[in-house]
């Protein structure tokens, strides 16, 4: 039962190449990626095994094959002879790869997570008897704040917060119309926004959340110079205790679905071993945490990694500091990702899972781990 793999590198595939390695067997996984074939062995073979879990049997790297590819290539950039290669018997193909960018210009999350799709799809037309497995995000549900989003869900009328979410949503829709052309068997996984608690080395992929805090983080650097306040803060000015106190404008119950990325690789192979056996059909499958995490939270764990500003969420504020606007600002994204009352349905997973266990709790202890950063704003 041969694989193949894109974005086996990635924070989220890594943990997923893990697991279909743990369940054991002998069937070819193809790894797909940038690079020469040494460099993209070696980039995965690091970002598998640093991973506590699952126990790997003893020879089981030695099922991956690698193929030097960029979905954002026609054809992957493969020839014609590796294509045939790759997709001889192909019975499952996970597409996972993409690009993650809350900022800046669309033009590259389009190529990579719209245009590599299409890409895939057509490598999915050479390999009748495979089974897609396509890696997408619930947040294609966008700006709708309220509600329970059902895994048929995929509407557009309410808008995207991002370009990321509105590329994953358009991608979505070309896999859709592709499993309705061929009645071929698709399953769509959305996971909620993916933490883990646990510190990646230097090199390896770091989480989501790092990046929604990086740009927190950049912009406080940046701009110091522009309050007075936020550059004593940065430079250590501030008598010990004291802080600096910020109101977030944000809906105070406002909540944000995360969850454990070793958990959500762990359910989305579940998922796939359970739709191999179905008839052909596209079905969705919501990989979300059965409860959001809170705003309040949320702010609490911020703490650790922003020990002296005090924080707190309001609904309007009518009158914000400089200091307020800098962080409304360059905070804008974390914001809007952690202030919404939404709820996921999660029916297709847990009939999925079996007797898999809900993931833990995210509490303030839990996202404080996932928050620290002991190198963040310290004095120049």
């Given amino acids: 039962m041969p694989v193949l793999f894109t974005g086996a590198t990635g924070f989220l595939g890594c943990r997923i190449m893990r697991e279909l390695l743990a369940e054991g067997g002998d069937e070819p996984i193809t790894v797909v990626g940038r690079g020469s074939t040494p460099e993209l062995q070696s980039r995965t073979e690091a970002a598998v095994m640093w991973l506590d879990g699952p126990p790997l049997p003893a020879g089981a790297l030695g099922r991956l094959r690698y193929l030097s590819g960029d979905i954002t290539l026609p054809g992957l950039g493969l020839t014609a002879e590796e294509r045939a290669r790759a997709t001889d018997g192909l019975t499952q193909l996970w597409h996972n790869a993409a690009l993650l960018r809350l900022e800046g210009d669309p033009a590259p999350l389009h190529l990579s997570n719209v245009v590599g799709t299409r890409h895939v799809l057509e490598l999915a037309d050479h390999a009748p008897d495979a089974h897609l497995m396509h890696v997408s995000t619930a947040y294609v549900a966008g700006r709708r704040l309220t509600g329970c989003i059902r895994e048929e869900d995929l509407r557009e009328e309410y808008g995207f917060q991002t370009y990321y979410e509105e590329s994953k949503y358009t991608a979505e829709r070309l896999v859709r119309a592709w499993a309705s052309r061929t009645g071929r068997p698709v399953t769509v996984l959305r996971p909620g926004l993916l933490v883990t608690d646990r510190p990646v080395p230097e090199g390896l992929p770091g989480q989501p959340l790092d990046i929604l805090l990086r740009i927190v983080d950049a912009g406080l650097r940046n701009r110091t110079v522009r309050t007075s306040s936020l550059a004593a ?148």
């Fill in 233 to 380: 803060f940065v430079k250590g000015g501030l008598r010990r205790g004291d802080a600096v106190s910020v109101r977030i404008a944000a809906d105070p119950e406002g909540t944000a679905n995360l969850v454990q990325a070793e958990y959500a690789a762990r359910a989305m192979v579940r998922t796939a071993r359970a739709h191999s056996d179905r008839p052909p059909a596209l079905r969705t499958v919501h990989v979300t945490h059965p409860h959001n995490a809170s705003a309040d939270i949320v702010l609490k764990a911020l703490q650790v990694r922003y020990p002296r500003l005090s924080l707190s969420v309001v609904p309007h504020i009518p009158d914000p500091t400089p200091l307020e606007k800098l962080v409304a600002q360059q905070g804008a994204r974390m914001i809007e990702f952690s202030a919404q009352r939404r709820t996921y349905d999660r029916t297709h997973l847990l009939e999925a899972v079996g007797d898999l266990p809900d993931p833990e709790p995210i509490d303030e202890a839990y996202l404080a781990r996932a928050c620290d950063d002991p190198g963040t704003l310290v004095p120049a």
